[in-house]
């Protein structure tokens, strides 16, 4: 073994954080833990009989090209099925543009790959996706948070960050945003919000990262148009996904972007896997030929939205004045904000003593701010254990007043 591995690691690999969500899971699953912190879907909403159905038919009829090598951008009819889905909200989406890729979270990766070189700059939410963090980190990007309220991300802010990066002779590499029911906060970011980033980023000449998982998961309210939709310019890469939508373990997901750019990204995911599986491809191919999708999204909108609802009211008669969180439309999460002088990375370990557990609001800031918020999602747990879960949230937050 040689002395010291450090030195034989690269910077980028030195560079790398391990994901704080991931360490959490790892905890929350003790048995009996009320958890709050993962990102995890349901499972009742797998549609587990379909999949089987799909499946086998696959293997039967297609099991020659299922167990191949697949083309890098993936199998046509799914890339094919996706421009039509990505076409009901803009009519020139092709095949061309579309990428599938293991999971949104390798898109990010090939799109951190093809775009950063160390110490460029992304611009993103204040707070933001941990995995995106983790992607752009990972190739040493320097990441700059524009704060958010209730709309989406402050357009006022944002131009006051670029013109600061363009007195110094920089220019961001893009502008990364979870427009839709963000995770973490929750907040859907406003149309008028969203011509306004188009605007900016036509006047900076900065791409858009638009990572939108839970956009068909609306509990209430009026659609609000995607931006890839709005965009005029050919300057929006779009990263979609089936893991909320079907299950996460098929790691299915795709990037639609220009034509032009898609060349460099097919390459960059050329080193990483050579092509997604083929299997999993043609069964959700095949899905969405059988036009399952509509049922199984008014499934898992029914459940979700009923344990919104149940988180909501058990937050509102439990929890102690000082103690915000966000009113989400939609999605998994909801974001909860301490009273400043409370800190939710002190109270986690007591959090985990009293079997319940969130994710801690700082791992989303770029600027390792947001001591006093938390991330709670409430996909996972059944309504008796939110409700229960919320209460001792509640009880604690009380005691450390
Ligand atoms: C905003 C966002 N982007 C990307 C991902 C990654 O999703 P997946 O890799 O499962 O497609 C997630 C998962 O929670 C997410 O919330």
Redo the contacts with the bound molecule.
Sequence with gaps: MVKDLTEFYSKAALNMKRSEIRELLKVTRRPGIISFAG?LPDPRTFPVKDLEEVSCEILREQGDTALQYGPTEGEPPLREALAKWMGYEKDSIKLENILI????????DIISKVFLDPDDIVVMELP??I??LQAFNAYRAKMIGVPQDAQGMRMDQLEKVLDNVASRNRKPKFIYV?PDF???SGITMTLQRRKKLLQIAYQYDIPIIE????RELRYKGEDVPAIYSLDTQNQVIV?G????LLC?GL???WVMAPAEWMDRMVVAKQSMDLCSPSYTQLMVAEYLKRGLLPKQIKKIRKLYSGKLKVMLKTLKQHMPEGVKWSQPDGG??LWLELPENLSANDLFPKAIENNVAYVVGSAFHCNGKGQNTARLNFSYSTEQQIVEGIQRLAKMFKESM
């Design positions: 990102g890729t293991a999971g949104s979270q390798q898109g990010l933001s996706y995995g995106g979870v963000q995770n973490p990572d939108s998982p839970y990263l996904t089936f893991s909320k996460p790691r299915i997901a998994l999460f």
